[in-house]
């Protein structure tokens, strides 16, 4: 996927968010260039995990996968200018334990907040990526050739509430256990 698809690459979206205090984890292009706190210029994101010290990386598990607990490497990078007293904003970048692959997160939020918080959010997505492939698949989720937002809006409400629906009915199904 290229840079242009990421939430936190959208300039505008991190300033909405800040401007009503909202703390956000967004994933970020790895060819993107961030201001560190202690540099006057902008680096590669690359550039800037290829810098940090192998002591600063710790492997934290970002949650439940398909094959149990998915663990990475992960650190982070103050960077420049938080925007509002009493908050901080981090580049924290993960690294893949098998192949050394990087993804990179734009992270925003109360000064005190820890990495293992800031991994935990980003863990997070996994669920719902999930949740939209089984979507796609099950309730037909990317069958929509709608032009206006009325249109996509009403089959993607209607396709979630079938998935929904759908993993109420399997719940019930399969008592105190894990469904197919």
Avoid at 128 to 140: I, R, S
Wanted: glycine share 12%.
């Amino acid at each position: 996927m290229g840079d242009r698809g990421r939430g936190g690459d959208n300039p505008g979206l991190r300033g909405w968010l800040e401007q009503r205090a909202q703390p956000y984890v967004l994933a970020v292009g790895c060819a993107r260039r961030w201001q560190p706190a202690d540099r006057a210029a902008r680096v590669a994101v690359r550039t800037l995990a290829a810098e940090i010290p192998e002591q600063r990386w710790l492997r934290i598990s970002a949650g439940e996968g398909a094959k149990g607990r998915r663990f990475y490497a992960w650190a982070r990078v103050a960077l420049a200018s938080p925007g509002r007293d009493g908050f901080g904003r981090w580049l924290l970048v993960r690294r893949s334990l098998d192949d050394g692959e990087l993804a990179s997160y734009v992270c925003w939020g109360p000064a005190q907040t820890s990495l293992a918080a800031l991994v935990r959010v980003a863990g997070a997505r996994w669920p719902v990526e999930c949740d939209f492939q089984q979507a796609k698949g099950q309730v037909g989720l990317d069958h929509y050739e709608v032009r206006r937002w009325p249109g996509w809006y009403r089959h993607v409400t209607l396709a979630m509430l079938a998935h929904a629906f759908l993993a109420v009915v399997r719940a019930h199904a399969h008592p105190g256990g894990r469904s197919r």
